[in-house]
């Protein structure tokens, strides 16, 4: 069952803009991760969250993690043409080493 | 370095004939393995995963199965497609221990017509 919903499904901005997505999950999680897929391709891992983290940072990304909101945000700062794709994040709950995925955000920049 | 290696990258098969999707690791020993479906425009679903030789967890039941031969490779297998099987299927390994960062390989796209 889908456990992380991105918000917004669907995200367009200008070159060099910010760009926000969102996740929320439902149950208590060790970490949380999120991945991006360029179109037709596999998914790759950009940046991992652990629950008793707030923040954490890599290159021109953000992710934030609220815990008591059962929340997490994704700012990718300075947007380019390359980040173009599908946004991904996945929640690790514990139990089978599965990761439980949400629907992902689709981000176009444009030029 | 680790390197995940899937194929074929396309296939387009006729319903009722059977399936082999093929997966291997490399650089790493004794990984857990997945195989993943994403139906177009969607998140992922997990349909099989494994944490040894022979050692295969079914997620989803359906007319999919799995093996795992060896250490480092993972097959995916049907005796008979439905249209309903249509998709982009992606292999992906992680280490040992829950929560690991997964590693996807580039993906198959099945057409069953």
């Known amino acids: 069952s889908q456990q992380g919903e991105e918000d917004p499904q669907a995200l367009s901005i200008q070159e060099g803009e910010n760009a926000t997505m969102n996740c929320s999950y439902k149950t208590s999680i060790n ?11 596999g998914l790759v891992h ?12 890599s290159g021109r990304l953000r992710v934030t993690l609220d815990t008591s909101k059962k929340s997490s945000s994704l700012l990718i700062t300075a947007s380019r043409a390359a980040d173009t794709a599908s946004y991904f994040c996945a929640t690790d709950v514990g139990s089978n080493y599965q990761l439980i995925w949400g629907a992902g955000t689709k981000l176009i920049i444009k030029p | 370095s680790q390197t995940i290696h899937q194929w074929p990258a396309t296939l387009v098969q006729p319903v009722g004939s059977p399936l082999s999707l093929e997966c291997t690791v ?18 992922l679903q997990l349909l099989f995963y494994s944490v040894g030789i022979g050692q295969i967890s079914s997620e989803v039941p359906q007319n999919l199965s799995a093996s795992r031969p060896q250490d480092r490779q993972f097959i995916l297998s049907s005796k008979k497609l439905l249209l309903s099987d249509s998709g982009f299927y992606l292999c992906a390994w992680s280490s040992k221990g829950s929560g690991n960062t997964i590693y996807f390989g580039e993906g198959s796209w099945l057409t069953v017509v």
């Open chain 2, 26 to 43: 490399e650089g790493t020993s004794n990984p857990n393995l997945y195989w993943y479906r994403q139906a177009a425009g969607r998140g």
């Open chain 1, 46 to 57: 950009l940046i991992l969250i652990r629950s008793n983290e707030r923040e954490k940072h």
């Open chain 1, 31 to 41: 970490n949380l991760q999120w991945y991006r897929q360029n179109s037709g391709r």
